[in-house]
């Protein structure tokens, strides 16, 4: 039996791990990337950072994504991108087939 929740997001997220850095102010912090989507990120970095924190979550094959921090749990964060889906498209490259990001494009 199935009790997980159905995901009814627009822009579903995809499992990742990928190394990056957050960057916060003038600071920056090395991060890991466990999940992406279009719109937002789900990262661990050893820094609590409040809700509506403005930060750059940089990383090495896709460059660098403006965001703002939506919620936060023990060094875990939620994040929202400040670019439109169709820029973190981009980003993301040929990417986004792989890890079915252009398929939730598609649909939207």
């Known amino acids: 039996m199935n009790?997980?929740?159905?995901?009814?997001?627009?822009h579903p997220r995809r499992a990742v791990l990928w190394s990056g850095k957050l960057q916060f102010?003038?600071?920056?912090?090395?991060?890991?990337?466990?999940?992406?989507?279009?719109?937002?990120?789900?990262?661990?970095?050893?820094l609590p950072l409040k809700a509506g924190s403005e930060v750059e979550l940089l990383m090495d094959k896709f460059g660098s994504l403006a965001g703002e921090v939506v919620w936060q749990n023990d060094g875990t964060l939620g994040l929202i991108f400040e670019e439109p889906p169709e820029k973190v498209m981009l980003a993301f490259g040929s990417s986004v087939i792989r890890l079915g990001l252009a398929d939730a494009m598609e649909n939207a």
Not at 30 to 46: E, T
């Open 3 to 10: 009790n997980k929740p159905e995901d009814k997001r627009a």
């Open 25 to 46: 102010g003038k600071y920056g912090f090395d991060c890991q990337i466990w999940n992406v989507s279009l719109l937002g990120a789900k990262v661990k970095v050893g």
